[in-house]
C-alpha cells in the first residue's frame, strides 16, 4: 500500500540542503584542498610533522642539513602530490560535479520548502537489479503500479548502504520526495524482511539499462512506474 502526502521539510534536511547550497568552491580550490588541503590525511601528516622535522634538524645538525632535509621533504611531498592528482584526477573531477549539481539541487529545494512525504508498505518481496553504478530497486506499490529507484554507489546515498546490509528487503519503507528537483531523501527501511536475502541479478551489458529506461518510460529516481511489478520484471527479463 503507498500512501502520499505533502509536509514540510525536517529541520535536519532543511540544515543539510543549505549546507550543499552554500558549496561555493571553484574546481582549482576544490582540486587543491582535496590534493594538500587538511581535508587529506597525507598533508594534515605534513603540516605536523615537517615543522618537528626542520626543528629538530636544524637544533642538531645545523642550518646547511636544514636546507637539504627542507629541499628533500618538499620534493618528496611535491611528487606525493603529483601522483596523487594523477591518480585522483577522474574522481576529483566526478566529485566536483556532483557537488556542483548538489549546490543547484539544494537551492531549488529549498525555495519550494516543502516535499511529499510516501509510505510504502508491501505484501511481495521488492527485486533488486545490481549494475556498475549501483541498483535498480523495484518495489509493488499496489493498483497496478511499481516504484522505481535508481540507486548510486558512489554518491554515499543511505539506501545503498541499507541494501548492502540487507535492510532494503524489509517489509516498510518510507521517504520524502523534495518538490523542487525531484530528489529523494529521508530514506528509511522498517519492518521484518519479507524473506531471505537471495543473489540480486547482476547487469554486465553497458547499453542494458539505457534499454530498459526506454522500456519503462525513463523513470527517474523515486518515480512510481503505471506497470505493476511483474510487467516490469518480463520487460527486464525480456532486454537482459
Known sequence: MLT????????SLQKRLREEANFAETFAQYTRENLIGFRRPLALAAAIIGPVLFA????????????????????????????????????????????????????????????????????????FYEHEHGVICLADAGEGKTVYFDVDSLEEDPRWYLYINGDMHRVNWSWIRLKGSGAVAEFAASGQRLARIGDTPYVEAPDAWEAISVALSEPQDGDIVDRPLEGVKETISRLL
Open 56 to 127: 629538530f634538524v636544524y637544533h642538531v645538525a645545523g642550518f646547511l642539513t636544514l636546507l637539504e632535509v627542507a629541499v628533500s621533504f618538499s620534493v618528496s611531498a611535491t611528487m606525493f602530490v603529483l601522483g596523487g592528482w594523477y591518480v585522483n584526477r577522474r574522481r576529483i573531477r566526478d566529485m566536483y560535479v556532483r557537488q556542483t549539481r548538489a549546490r543547484k539541487d539544494a537551492k531549488v529545494d529549498l525555495k519550494a520548502g516543502t516535499g511529499e512525504a510516501v509510505n510504502l508498505s508491501m505484501k511481495n518481496q521488492p527485486v
Open 4 to 11: 502520499v502526502a505533502e509536509v514540510d521539510l525536517p529541520v
